[in-house]
């Protein structure tokens, strides 16, 4: 079983920055596929961001913005965030999927934290 915890999250104005964390148990990141996803109430979850094997992949609505990068040793997966806008308001999930290959749909992770609330403010 993998446990997976986000943290990092708060309310910031727009143009400010922040970075959320994705601390794992039980098993190393390393092998794992990872994501961050993101969802506002009466919306489905969104993908973000997602690294697997040396390979990233951002929504086009984050893309220059924001950085998913890992350190397999801490077995910790970040998010950056930067030039936050309001827009960017909603709780975000750190996500793992065994297997290969960049995947962006949640159906295909195994795993998922808690989330964090990040609230943008304008």
């Known amino acids: 079983q993998v446990q997976l915890v986000e943290s990092g999250g708060g309310l910031v104005q727009a143009g400010d920055s922040l970075r959320l964390s994705c601390a794992a148990s039980?098993?190393?990141?390393?092998?794992?596929?990872m994501g961050w996803f993101r969802q506002t109430p009466g919306k489905e979850r969104k993908f973000v961001t997602a690294?697997?094997?040396?390979?990233?992949a951002y929504a086009d609505s984050v893309k220059g913005r924001f950085t998913i990068s890992r350190d397999n040793a801490k077995n910790t997966v970040y998010l950056q965030m930067n030039n936050l806008k309001p827009e960017d308001t909603a709780v975000y999930f750190c996500?793992?999927?065994?297997?290969?290959?960049?995947?962006?749909?949640?159906?295909?992770?195994?795993?998922w934290g808690q989330g964090t609330q990040v609230t943008v403010s304008s």
């Open positions: 996500a793992a999927r065994r297997g290969l290959g960049l995947t962006l749909t949640t159906t295909e992770y195994d795993y």
């Open positions: 690294m697997s094997g040396g390979s990233t």
């Open positions: 039980g098993r190393t990141f390393s092998g794992y596929g």
